[in-house]
C-alpha cells in the first residue's frame, strides 16, 4: 500500500505542476491586459490596443493549455484519490463546483468577447471585457486556492452520521484565514510571473531592435508592476503566511527551516543540507535569533524542533521539503533586488540603454515558474502526513483499488500527451513573439509619441 500511495501522489505532483505553467502565467496577465486597456483608454493611443491584442493571443493560448491540462488533474479526485473525494467531497465539491460554474464561465466567456468582439464592443466595452477576464481569472484562482486552504487548515466542517466530512459553515469555508493570505501569497506569484515574462519579451525586442516601442512599452509595464508584487510577495503576505504555519503546523516549520531540536533565539538557516538520520543540518549559514524574531517578534523566543514531535508528525519528505522552502525564498530575494534595480534604472532613464540589465531581465523569465513551483511544493510536502491536516492521513486517501501498475501506467500515458503538448505551446508562443505585436507593419506616428513620452 505504501507504494501505491508514493505513485498515487508523484502522479498528482506531475499532472499538478505541469498544469500550473499556464494558469499563473493567464492570471499575471490578466491583471496586465486591464492595465494597458486601461492606458489605451485614457490616452486614445491605438498603441496599447495593438499591445494588448499581442498578449491577449499569448494569453488565449496558455488559457487553452490551461484547461486541457486542468480537466484531467480534477478526475483524479475520483481516479486516484476515491477515499478522500467520498469522505471530504461534501466540502472540497463546494468550492471546485464554484469555480467551474461561476468564474471559469465567466472567464471564458468574456475571452471569447475580448478576442473577437473589439470593433462590436466598442473602447469601453473592450475594456469591460477584459475586466471581466481578470474577474474571472482571479475568482477562479480563489476557489482553488480556498480549496487548498481547507485541506491546510479545516474550518466549518462537522462529521456525519457515516463519518463523512460535511459543511457546516460555507462562510467558514470561503473566508478562512488560511484561504485568503494563501490567495493574496499565490496571486502575487502569478503576478510576478506575467510581469517577468512581458518584460522579458520587452527586452528581448530592444535587444534584438526590433519592435522597439513596445518592447519600451512592456518593460515599463512588467517592470513598475513587477516591483509591487515582488515586494508585498515578501511582506505581508510571506510573512503572514509564515505565521500561520508557525502557530498551525508547528512540525511543518521546523522541517522547513531544518531546525531538529527547539531553541531559544533560533537561528535562520540561509543555508545548509538536513541530514535527518543524525538529526542536524550539516554546513549552516545561519543569521542568529532571527527565525525567533520572525516568527514571534522576540529574539529569544522559542521555537520548537523536530524532536519535540513524534515522528509520525513529521512531513515525510524533509530535505525536499527544505530545498523546496530555500529555493521559493531565494528566488523571491531575487526577484525584489532585480525590479527594484529595474526601476531605477527606469526612473533614470537608463533602462531601455542596459543591455546587462536586459539581458537580466529576459533570462530571468523561467525564474517565477521555479519559485511558483517550489512554492507549491513547500505547501503540500509540509502538509504532509496529513492529508487533510489533522483529519484524514495522506495513505487513507486513495483509490484501494487502483494499484501502483495502474497508476505508473497512466502517468506514463500523461507523460507522453503531455510532452506532445509542451511542444507545441513552445512552438505557438515562440511564432507569437516572432510575429510581434504588429507583424508586416512600420512604426507610425503614434508609436514614435509613446516612444518617446517613455
Known amino acids: 500500500m505504501g507504494q501505491a500511495v508514493d505513485v498515487h501522489r508523484l502522479h498528482f505532483a506531475f499532472t499538478i505542476t505541469f498544469h500550473y505553467i499556464f494558469p499563473q502565467l493567464t492570471m ?7 492595465y494597458l486597456k486601461t492606458k489605451a483608454l485614457r490616452t486614445g493611443d491605438e498603441h496599447y490596443n495593438r499591445a494588448a491584442r499581442f498578449w491577449a493571443r499569448i494569453f488565449g493560448i496558455n488559457f487553452a493549455l490551461g484547461v486541457v491540462t486542468g480537466i484531467p488533474m480534477e478526475f483524479q479526485f475520483g481516479t486516484n484519490w476515491a477515499a478522500f473525494s467520498k469522505t471530504a467531497g461534501g466540502v472540497i465539491g463546494q468550492t471546485l463546483a464554484m469555480e ?25 466595452g473592450h475594456w469591460w471585457s477584459a475586466f471581466l477576464v481578470f474577474l474571472g481569472s482571479w475568482l477562479s484562482g480563489y476557489f482553488i486556492v480556498a480549496t487548498d486552504a481547507w485541506m491546510q487548515h479545516p474550518t466549518g466542517y462537522r462529521f456525519g452520521s457515516k463519518g463523512a466530512i460535511e459543511l457546516s459553515s460555507l462562510w467558514d469555508l470561503l473566508l478562512n484565514k488560511w484561504a485568503l493570505w ?7 506569484g502569478a503576478v510576478q ?7 522579458g519579451v520587452g527586452a528581448f525586442y530592444l535587444l534584438t531592435k526590433r519592435d522597439e516601442m513596445y518592447g519600451r512599452t512592456f518593460l515599463r ?17 510571506g510573512d503572514m503566511q509564515g505565521k500561520l504555519v508557525a502557530y498551525n503546523q508547528q512540525p511543518t516549520l521546523a522541517a522547513m527551516e531544518g531546525l531538529f531540536e527547539s531553541q531559544e533565539g533560533a537561528p535562520l538557516a540561509i543555508l545548509g543540507q538536513p541530514d535527518v538520520e543524525k538529526r542536524k543540518l550539516d554546513n549552516p549559514l545561519e543569521v542568529p535569533m532571527m527565525l525567533s524574531f520572525l516568527t514571534y517578534k522576540q529574539w529569544r523566543a522559542n521555537v520548537k524542533g523536530l524532536s519535540d514531535f513524534p515522528q509520525t508528525e513529521w512531513p515525510d519528505q524533509i530535505p525536499l521539503l527544505y530545498y523546496s522552502y530555500h529555493v521559493m525564498v531565494g528566488l523571491g530575494t531575487i526577484f525584489i533586488a532585480v525590479m527594484v534595480q529595474s526601476s531605477l534604472l ?13 539581458w537580466m531581465l529576459m533570462l530571468c523569465v523561467p525564474l517565477p515558474y521555479i519559485a511558483n513551483t517550489a512554492g507549491w511544493m513547500t505547501a503540500e510536502l509540509g502538509r504532509q502526513p496529513w492529508l487533510i491536516y489533522g483529519l484524514m492521513r495522506t495513505a487513507s486517501g486513495i483509490s484501494p483499488r487502483v ?7 497512466t502517468m506514463i500515458g500523461f507523460m507522453g500527451m503531455y510532452a506532445v503538448l509542451a511542444i507545441l505551446w513552445l512552438f505557438l508562443i515562440y511564432r507569437e513573439i516572432e510575429l510581434g505585436p504588429d507583424p508586416g507593419s512600420r512604426p507610425t506616428g503614434e508609436d514614435v509619441i509613446v516612444l518617446a513620452a517613455e
Open 28 to 34: 499575471g496577465l490578466a491583471l496586465l491586459l486591464v
Open 100 to 124: 467551474g460554474v461561476f468564474s471559469f464561465f465567466l472567464e471564458s466567456s468574456f475571452l471569447g468577447l475580448f478576442l473577437f468582439g473589439e470593433k462590436k464592443l466598442g473602447r469601453m
Open 182 to 188: 494563501q490567495y493574496a501569497h499565490t496571486m502575487l
Open 193 to 199: 510571473t506575467g510581469c517577468f515574462v512581458m518584460a
Open 221 to 237: 509595464a512588467g517592470v513598475l508592476v513587477g516591483t509591487v508584487a515582488a515586494i508585498l510577495q515578501l511582506f505581508p503576505t
Open 346 to 358: 527606469l526612473w533614470r532613464r537608463k533602462l531601455y540603454d542596459s543591455r546587462w540589465m536586459l
Open 403 to 409: 494499484v501502483a501498475g495502474n497508476a505508473w501506467f
